[in-house]
C-alpha cells in the first residue's frame, strides 16, 4: 500500500465501521499477480501483534470519530534515501474512539516486531478526525478529515507512546462560479504551509460482487492540480486558450469537461488540502519542489465537494 492509497483510504466515501476490526497476527506471502492462470495461495500469518502502542489524541475537531493507525514502512529502513513514510506500507494495527473537548483520548493498537520477513521495517503513527458517524455535528464537513503523520519512528515492536496534538482545523469549502475558497473552523495548529487543489472527474461504475449491480467502484481523473501560498484564501480557475485542452467549453465549466455530456456516471469533484511540511523545517514556498509532497508532509487537512 502507498502513501497515496492511505490517504485515499482516509478520504473513502463507503461505510466502514473500523472498530469492528480485531488484529491478533500478521503475515506476508509473495506471488506473481501477472499470470493469466488463477492462482490458488495459502496465506500464512505467523507473527504475533502486541497490543502495546497508546496514541494519546488531544484538540481534534469536538465530537469526531478519531481513527489511529500503525503502520511498517517495507522500504525505507534499507534505502536511506527515503523518509520514513516515503516506502510501500503496510498497516499492523488500527484503532478507534471519540475526540473529547477537553481531556485527551487514549487508544491502544498493535506492532510486530522487526524481526524475520519483517527485519527491515520502519514504524509511521497516523491519527486521523472527521465526523464518520455523525455529520451533522458541523454542516459541511460530511466529507472532511484531518490527520497527523508520527514519521519520526516514535514506537516500534515493544510498544511506544505517540502524542498527537496539533490537528488542523477542518476546512469548510466556498465555490463562486469559478472561484474557490476555503475556510477554517477553528485557529490552525501547526502553520499551514501550502494549499493543493485538485479539480477531477468523479466516475461511480457498479459492479456485481454478491448480486446484482450491489457494489461501486470510483474512479478519478485529475483535470486540474493547483498549489498556492498559505496567505491565498481563494483563487479563481484561468479560462484555457483556444486550442488547449478542453478550451471548448464556456462559463463554470471551461478548462473541465460536461457531464451531461459524457458516457460515463460521473461529476466534477474538487478537493481542497491543506498541507505543513514538518520533516521540512526550513520550509520556503517560493523554493518547494511539488516532488516533495510526500515527502515532507506531516500533517494535513482535506475537504471536498461535487460541483
Not at 472561484?179 to 468523479?202: C, M, R, S, V, W
Request: charged share 20%.
Amino acid at each position: 500500500m502507498s502513501y497515496d492509497d492511505l490517504i485515499s483510504l482516509l478520504d473513502d466515501e463507503g461505510d466502514v465501521d473500523i472498530s469492528q476490526f480485531s488484529f491478533n497476527y500478521i503475515g506476508v506471502t509473495e506471488f506473481d499477480v501477472s499470470s493469466q492462470v488463477p492462482i490458488q495461495h495459502i496465506f500464512f500469518a505467523p507473527y504475533m501483534l502486541q497490543q502495546n502502542v497508546a496514541f494519546s489524541i488531544s484538540n481534534a475537531p469536538e465530537g469526531s470519530d478519531v481513527i489511529c493507525v500503525t503502520c511498517g514502512d517495507w522500504d525505507s529502513g534499507s534505502d536511506n534515501s527515503l523518509q520514513t513514510g516515503e516506502g510501500q506500507l503496510f498497516v499492523m494495527g488500527i484503532g478507534t474512539g471519540e475526540a473529547l473537548e477537553l481531556s485527551p483520548v487514549d487508544i491502544v493498537t498493535t506492532s510486530v516486531v522487526d524481526t524475520g520477513d519483517f527485519s527491515e521495517i520502519e514504524y509511521m503513527g497516523i491519527a486521523a478526525a472527521a465526523y464518520i458517524t455523525n455529520d451533522s455535528v458541523i454542516p459541511g464537513t460530511k466529507n472532511a478529515f484531518t490527520s497527523i503523520f508520527d514519521r519520526s519512528n516514535s514506537f516500534n515492536g515493544s510498544g511506544g507512546i505517540l502524542v498527537f496534538d496539533d490537528f488542523f482545523s477542518l476546512q469548510l469549502l466556498t465555490r463562486n462560479n469559478r472561484e474557490f475558497g476555503a475556510d477554517f473552523l477553528d485557529q490552525n495548529n501547526p502553520e499551514p504551509h501550502y494549499f493543493k487543489i485538485i479539480i477531477t472527474q468523479k466516475i461511480s461504475e457498479s459492479y456485481t460482487a454478491c448480486e446484482a449491480d450491489d457494489s461501486k467502484q470510483l474512479s478519478k481523473n485529475i483535470l486540474w492540480t493547483v498549489f498556492a501560498p498559505e496567505e491565498r484564501s481563494s483563487w479563481s480557475l484561468p479560462t484555457p486558450p483556444s486550442g488547449w485542452p478542453r478550451s471548448s467549453l464556456t462559463g463554470d465549466l471551461a478548462g473541465l469537461i460536461d457531464p451531461g455530456s459524457t458516457v460515463e456516471n460521473d461529476v466534477i469533484n474538487w478537493e481542497w488540502q491543506t498541507v505543513h511540511e514538518g520533516l521540512n523545517p526550513g520550509f520556503d514556498y517560493d523554493n518547494m519542489k511539488i516532488s516533495n509532497y510526500r515527502r515532507y508532509v506531516t500533517h494535513i487537512t482535506i475537504n471536498n465537494q461535487d460541483f
